[in-house]
């Protein structure tokens, strides 16, 4: 089976730098992606990691150690906008399958 | 443009009824998922469907049933065998999958469904 952990909730403030964490436990890996979603709303597509190493796009960037299991998400220079749930979720191989954790609520403060 | 439609937004259901989520895609992908999202809760995958004219169960399968007769749509029924079927359902699909290939996974707007 899989299992992916990352914190129920974080609080920022607006301008600062946040880190989310995520870790997991899968067979067949094949790539971690971080979602955005807003209350209500569909998820959509933050970044992709499916070598070790950082992928930077703006002011969001992903972490990847596949040994370790591990990836984080940072956001630089937080909006308030970006109050929202982060998703982690990791594709498995195998069955073309997406696994989600339970999501991380984002709580950016002024 | 292309993307994924889910109808309806919000979707009512009485004791003892089936109803049915809709999923159309344009994006000419060959993969379609459906999610249910509970408050607060991630996602958890119910039916999903690499190819047309066939699919596989999820994780939570049980009172739910699908259909797969074109690419281009994936409806969801809920049926009254679902005791709790209040949450918010997501549709999704990907392109095939390949070996490091992104092959991102894009969401329809979502059904919101409430029992009446």
């Known amino acids: 089976g899989q299992n992916i952990d990352q914190p129920t909730e974080m609080t920022a403030t607006e301008g600062a730098i946040v880190q989310i964490n995520c870790t997991y436990q899968t067979s067949g890996f094949n790539g971690l992606f971080w979602y955005q979603q807003h209350a209500g709303e569909a998820p959509t597509f933050l970044s992709y990691?499916?070598?070790?190493g950082l992928e930077e796009k703006g002011r969001f960037s992903s972490f990847l150690s596949r040994s370790k299991g591990y990836s984080y998400l940072l956001l630089k220079e937080l909006q308030m906008k970006d109050s929202a749930s982060y998703l982690c979720?990791?594709?498995?191989?195998?069955?073309?399958?997406?696994?989600f954790g339970s999501g991380t609520k984002l709580n950016v403060k002024p | 443009d292309g993307g994924i439609t889910q109808s309806p937004k919000y979707l009512f259901r009485k004791e003892g009824q089936n109803v049915t989520l809709s999923c159309e895609q344009n994006l000419n992908h060959d993969a379609m998922y459906w999610y249910r999202q509970d408050p607060g809760q991630g996602l958890r995958l119910i039916y999903y469907s690499q190819i047309v004219n066939d699919f596989q169960k999820g994780d939570i399968a049980e009172g739910y049933s699908v259909s797969r007769e074109k690419k281009e749509s994936f409806p969801l029924t809920v049926t009254s065998a679902q005791k709790n079927p209040t949450a918010f359902y997501l549709c999704a699909s990907s392109s095939r999958l390949a070996a490091f290939s992104k092959n991102i996974q894009y969401f329809g707007a979502g059904t919101r469904l409430s029992v009446l």
């Open positions: 990691n499916v070598l070790d």
């Open positions: 979720a990791v594709r498995d191989y195998n069955f073309n399958k997406f696994y």
